[in-house]
T-cell receptor, first 113, second 113 residues
Framework: AQSVTQLDSQVPVFEEAPVELRCNYS??????LFWYVQYPNQGLQLLLK??????LVESINGFEAEFNKSQTSFHLRKPSVHISDTAEYFC???????????FGTGTRLLVSP | KAGVTQTPRYLIKTRGQQVTLSCSPI?????VSWYQQTPGQGLQFLFE???????NKGNFPGRFSGRQFSNSRSEMNVSTLELGDSALYLC????????????FGPGTRLTVT
């Protein structure tokens, strides 16, 4: 069975500072990896995904994540955060051929001025 | 293109009652998945429907059921509601092609009193 660990439940950071949200996964077979963001009272929005190919994936709003197979990690980074990045971030895995997403417990990113 | 829509957005029910939630996927999407989100258990997969057939099911009791119609719209039913069923229920739709991401709706907030 697959599992996802997000060790940090909450990450406070000042505006314009860099941030890293950690995600580790466990699976005996190859998986697809995703980061979703959830703003208050909203559903989940896909931030970025890793399916294959380049291990570094980027989103249109400045986030990036790097797939590290040896460390089974898929950490999310942003070099300079904005107040508007305040939200909850979920890392998720999915087996090839299945739609079921297995989510981590989420990391609440709190950006203050 | 319109996103995933879920109705109703908010619902209050009493213990022992039953409830039906509705999800309309993005046009052309034939796979619909349901997730339950609670503060204690996080995001958990309920089931997935594709072409009116349940393809995958999570670890939930039989009180949780669903169906999908020929137009890909899906409904989820919970019978004999319990207090612990209070949650945000999220629906996600996807194309049936491998690697295609899931798009989430805003969710239905169910409160059981």
């Amino acid at each position: 069975a697959q599992s996802v660990t997000q060790l940090d439940s909450q990450v406070p950071v000042f505006e314009e500072a860099p941030v890293e949200l950690r995600c580790n996964y466990s699976s005996s077979v190859s998986v697809y990896l995703f980061w979703y963001v959830q703003y208050p009272n909203q559903g989940l929005q896909l931030l970025l995904k890793y399916l294959s190919g380049s291990t570094l994936v980027e989103s249109i709003n400045g986030f990036e994540a790097e797939f590290n197979k040896s460390q089974t990690s898929f950490h999310l980074r942003k070099p300079s955060v904005h107040i508007s990045d305040t939200a909850e971030y979920f890392c998720a895995v999915r087996l090839a051929g299945f739609q079921k997403l297995v989510f981590g417990t989420g990391t609440r990113l709190l950006v203050s001025p | 293109k319109a996103g995933v829509t879920q109705t109703p957005r908010y619902l209050i029910k009493t213990r022992g009652q039953q409830v039906t939630l509705s999800c309309s996927p993005i046009s052309g999407h034939r796979s619909v998945s349901w997730y339950q989100q609670t503060p204690g258990q996080g995001l958990q997969f309920l089931f997935e429907y594709f072409s009116e057939t349940q393809r995958n099911k999570g670890n939930f009791p039989g009180r949780f059921s669903g169906r999908q119609f020929s137009n890909s719209r899906s409904e989820m039913n919970v019978s004999t509601l319990e207090l612990g069923d209070s949650a945000l229920y999220l629906c996600a739709s996807s194309l049936p092609s491998e690697g295609y991401e899931q798009y989430f709706g805003p969710g239905t907030r169910l409160t059981v009193t």
